[in-house]
């Protein structure tokens, strides 16, 4: 079964920092660009930042640039977005996701595997 499972999520406080990890079960993600995106409550699903599938090629979001670096090590199958200086508009349920290509695209087209979601909350 073709799986994504996200962890490292949870509460702390603004300026803190979070490491979300990526991990890929029943198949490997050195195919795949892989994509982090979040959805805050009442509010539409947005790219965060995606990785090539040999992480030469990087992006973010304007909101992020600076603050997150998405990363991946491929030996451990698994993809990583480092969170610095967070603020409570990063507060949002956080999704990896595979998509069926090697770079990276505009938007959210493309993803075929999704996590199921890990819960960052940014309050003080």
């Known amino acids: 079964q073709l799986q994504l499972v996200e962890s490292g999520g949870g509460l702390v406080q603004p300026g803190g920092s979070l490491r979300l990890s990526c991990a890929a079960s029943?198949?490997?993600?050195?195919?795949?660009?892989i994509g982090w995106f979040r959805q805050a409550p009442g509010k539409e699903r947005e790219g965060v930042s995606c990785i090539s599938s040999g992480g030469g090629s990087r992006n973010y979001a304007d909101s992020v640039k600076g603050r997150f670096t998405i990363s991946r090590d491929n030996t451990r199958n698994a993809v990583y977005l480092q969170m610095n200086s967070l603020k409570p508009e990063d507060t949002a349920i956080y999704y990896c996701a595979a998509r069926l290509s090697r770079l990276c695209g505009s938007g959210g087209s493309g993803y075929a595997y999704w996590g199921q979601g890990t819960q960052v909350t940014v309050s003080s």
């Open positions: 029943g198949f490997t993600l050195d195919s795949y660009a």
